[in-house]
């Protein structure tokens, strides 16, 4: 199992579906290529299968020369779930990133965010939409309209996760609800 | 408004053709002016189909999706799946193709809607008040441009970049025009967001524009800024004005932006929908105590430089 994370440290999450673009996400926000760390799983937490392993991703950005941000990526199959409040604790913030092509967006959304309040109520979220390049004409507001009608008013942006300066603009904004 | 048909080439017979069709185009309300190709943006251009010069200035109407009547001298039909008529065609035909052409695109429509004549001299302004109280989308006119505001998918959509541009550079001006748009675009549009249009005009017309009175506002979405990373400073004040920060001194205040681009940028905030009339309560839910472990006021000064929260828009 993975260990306390240093209780002073300065840690960021960022969550989301498989595929969604967690580690690519990452990888832009990194000075270095991130970690994958290997992770053996008990068998009960795999059900049938006895042995596997999960690689989740794990980066630090220097803030200046002495403090490290410490950024994990969530393991976002649901069997891992009972990670989640380990790699959680402690965090300030999460950066929930969804795939633009998800047809149950809203509904990704709501869970995710559900499941995210329920481990650390009240943690400050953003969601970050990826690969809306590769859709014509993306559009937000089916999503914002189903947050709102839930009174959720959190940014939600759409970057590309490849693109730095576009993932570093998410931080930015979650940093900006936190100000 | 007149519906625009351009001739290119077709010799001075046709041409007195023409303009009796367009005569009798007033019989089904429309008023049409015909006159000489000269290269730009129509309702219509009429070529003809056996000449090279008539076949480039087809080609390149199709590229501006400007709708073609191609006139050929092998019949005297209308043949509407080519938009081919034959030059001795009757001049019922020629109504006829002209409506069946108007139809395709929308410029019918536009012809006969009573278009509101905008009084306000700021095009932002004048745009921003044309969207306040309206769930669907717009069409807005300036200069033979058109742009769709489209709130139902959050775009602004207009047949070129170049056109787009174009449009932004009028959003401090006179002039524009408004009416439903019915929700179709041109089929290979040019896109943008909403937000980022409507914000980046804010600021950059923030001086002209009157105080924004933010106290009658809340903010009801966060701008998308996404794909605008150099957008900062929006993103400072939208987080305020969710805190309920609700003045334009105390929002200049806390953030050392100027006040008047304060103001622009909420006017942007406003012209996309962003923010909505305070007394307007929906489902506020108010979000649980947060259990996160805040970051130390030190710490996240340095998160907030590390990654540039203070860094100046413009
Ligand atoms: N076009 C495009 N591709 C993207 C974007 N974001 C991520 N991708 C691609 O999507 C794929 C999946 O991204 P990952 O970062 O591996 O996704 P993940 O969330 O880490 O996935 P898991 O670790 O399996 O849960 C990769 O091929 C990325 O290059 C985006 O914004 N646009
Ligand atoms: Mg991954």
Redesign the pocket.
């Known amino acids: 199992m993975m260990e306390n994370p240093d209780s002073a440290a300065v840690k960021l999450v960022i969550a989301?579906?498989?595929?969604?673009?967690?580690?690519?996400?990452i990888r832009s926000l990194s000075e270095t290529e991130p970690l994958s760390t290997e992770m053996p799983m008990t068998e009960a937490a795999m059900g049938d299968k006895t042995t596997t392993t999960v690689a989740f991703?794990f980066s630090t950005v220097m803030l200046d020369e002495e403090v490290p941000l410490f950024i994990y990526?969530l393991?976002?199959q649901s069997r891992f779930q009972h990670m989640w409040p380990i790699i959680l604790e402690g965090a300030f913030g999460v950066v929930l990133?969804l795939d633009a092509r998800d047809e149950a967006l809203e509904g990704t959304c709501q869970e995710w965010l559900g499941v995210l309040d329920e481990i650390v109520p009240g943690l400050p979220v953003v969601i970050g939409v990826?690969?809306t390049?590769?859709l014509e004409a993306p559009s937000l507001r089916s999503l914002r309209s189903a947050l709102a009608s839930k009174g959720i008013v959190l940014p939600v942006f759409t970057?590309?996760?490849?693109n730095r300066e576009q993932a570093n603009h998410v931080i930015r904004a979650l940093l900006a609800t936190m100000a | 408004m007149n519906i625009d048909i351009r001739v290119a080439g077709t010799g001075e017979d046709l041409q007195k053709r023409l303009r009796l069709a367009s005569g009798l185009l007033l019989a089904h309300k429309i008023r049409s002016t015909v006159r000489d190709w000269d290269g730009t943006r129509c309702d219509c251009v009429v070529v003809t189909g056996d000449d090279l010069f008539g076949q480039r200035v087809r080609a390149y109407a199709a590229l501006k999706q400007i709708p073609v009547l191609t006139i050929t001298r092998a019949n005297d039909t209308f043949d509407p799946a080519t938009n081919t008529i034959g030059d001795g065609a009757p001049l019922n035909l020629y109504v006829r193709a002209f409506l069946a052409i108007l139809q395709a695109g929308d410029a019918l429509s536009r012809a006969r809607a009573p278009v509101a004549s905008g009084e306000d001299r700021i095009g932002l302004l004048a745009l921003s008040r044309a969207l306040a109280d309206r769930e669907g989308d717009l069409l807005a006119m300036v200069d033979g441009i058109e742009v769709h505001i489209l709130q139902s998918s959050g775009h602004v959509a207009a047949r070129s970049q170049q056109d787009l541009e174009q449009a932004k550079d009028q959003l401090g001006s006179p002039g524009w025009q408004f009416r439903d748009s019915n929700g179709k675009p041109c089929d290979s549009c040019y896109f943008e967001s909403l937000d980022i249009f409507m914000i980046r005009a804010g600021i950059r017309y923030g001086g002209m524009l009157p105080a924004f009175p933010v106290a009658e506002y809340r903010l009801g979405c966060w701008p998308d800024l996404g794909t605008a990373p150099d957008l900062v400073d929006p993103l400072r004040i939208a987080s305020l004005v969710a805190k309920g920060h609700r003045s334009l001194d105390e929002l200049a205040g806390l953030t050392g932006i100027d006040q008047s681009q304060v103001s622009g940028i909420l006017w942007g905030f406003r012209a996309a929908s962003l923010l909505v009339p305070e007394g307007r309560r929906d489902t506020l839910a108010s979000r649980p105590e947060s259990k996160a472990r805040m970051p130390y006021a030190n710490v996240f000064q340095k998160l907030a430089s590390r990654f540039g929260l203070f860094q100046k828009s413009w």
Request: no cysteine; glycine share 22%.
């Open positions: 989301g579906p498989v595929g969604a673009g967690k580690t690519t996400t991703d990526g393991p976002g990133v990826t690969k390049d590769t970057f590309d996760a490849r």
